[in-house]
């Protein structure tokens, strides 16, 4: 796909979420200190996660934005170790174009950038002048603002013609098009109404061309669906992947890899079954 390291969606493919965050809003200070990172990312993969996604910033709503210097101490060690012992690809979190370049040079393949190029005007040029994947992710307004009373026309709609236009920002700063996945941004300014349209029309994302990647992952719209807190929510997440992968996710991004490679696996193994006859 990107930077010597390919991806291949002929199967939907699982990406473990790493926070190296003190505030993330599901393992906040779990993982901060390198050590426990780089184990928590080695026993992802060995459950099965296909790119482990690593994030020094937390984007849960009404975060605050971490200055670049402590976000970059937070991430490069932890991303450079990484990258020297797992085999699957990296990606990275972030925002911000330094944050970015000094990622890509520690040994990250891919950018993961919830803003979609907007946060730093230099990002689109970093990305595409290392080579590097790129994940474009729709929001409305910033994690700080994103979950107050949040509008939409048709929110499949908007997210579709908010994606191509960041696609083609992408492609004029020089990135490949087979480089960029697109996320419609499940739970980043979107109501319970329109993360659950979003998830059962997501196969009309697909005239766009891109793999999708759905992050659902403890997110507070199955909380709201469910009555569940935060700890409780695999099962709920376990059924919005299922219905994602069957809607044409390519990833999905997740926490409790080995249950979700399991759903995925069987999502896969059912859709791809040929009956006999």
């Known amino acids: 796909m990107a930077r010597g390291r390919r991806l291949a969606l002929d199967r939907t493919r699982v990406m473990g979420v790493l926070n190296v965050t003190p505030d993330s809003f599901s393992d906040g200070g779990r993982y901060l200190e390198p050590d426990a990172a780089v184990k928590h990312a080695l026993e992802m993969v060995e459950d099965g996660a296909d790119v482990i996604d690593i994030g020094a910033e937390s984007s849960r709503p009404g975060a605050e934005p971490v200055p670049e210097e402590e976000e970059l101490r937070r991430l490069i060690p932890v991303v450079r170790e990484v990258c020297r012992r797992v085999a699957v690809p990296v990606s990275v979190d972030t925002t911000k174009a330094a944050v970015a370049r000094q990622a890509l040079d520690a040994g990250a393949a891919i950018i993961n950038d919830i803003s979609a190029l907007q946060a730093d005007p230099a990002m689109a040029a970093v990305v595409a002048e290392a080579g590097a994947g790129l994940v474009l992710m729709h929001r409305q307004g910033t994690p700080k603002t994103m979950q107050q009373d949040p509008r939409y026309g048709d929110v ?4 579709r ?3 191509y236009e960041r696609m083609q920002t992408a492609a004029q700063a020089g990135s490949a098009a087979d480089h960029i996945l697109l996320d ?4 980043f300014g979107k109501n319970l109404s329109h993360n659950l349209t979003l998830l059962a029309r997501l196969d009309e994302l697909r005239p766009l061309g891109r793999p999708i990647l759905v992050g ?3 997110k507070s719209f199955i909380g709201e669906a469910l009555d569940r807190k935060t700890g409780d929510r695999l099962m709920g997440a376990a059924a919005a992947v299922a219905v994602a992968v069957l809607r044409g996710a390519g990833l999905v ?8 490679k399991d759903v995925v696996r069987m999502v896969d193994a059912i859709a791809t079954h040929n009956t006999p006859r």
């Open 184 to 187: 419609p941004g499940i739970g």
């Open 216 to 218: 659902v992952s403890r």
């Open 161 to 163: 013609e908010f994606l």
């Open 156 to 159: 499949v709609a908007d997210v």
């Open 253 to 260: 991004r997740v926490h409790d890899v080995r249950a979700m």
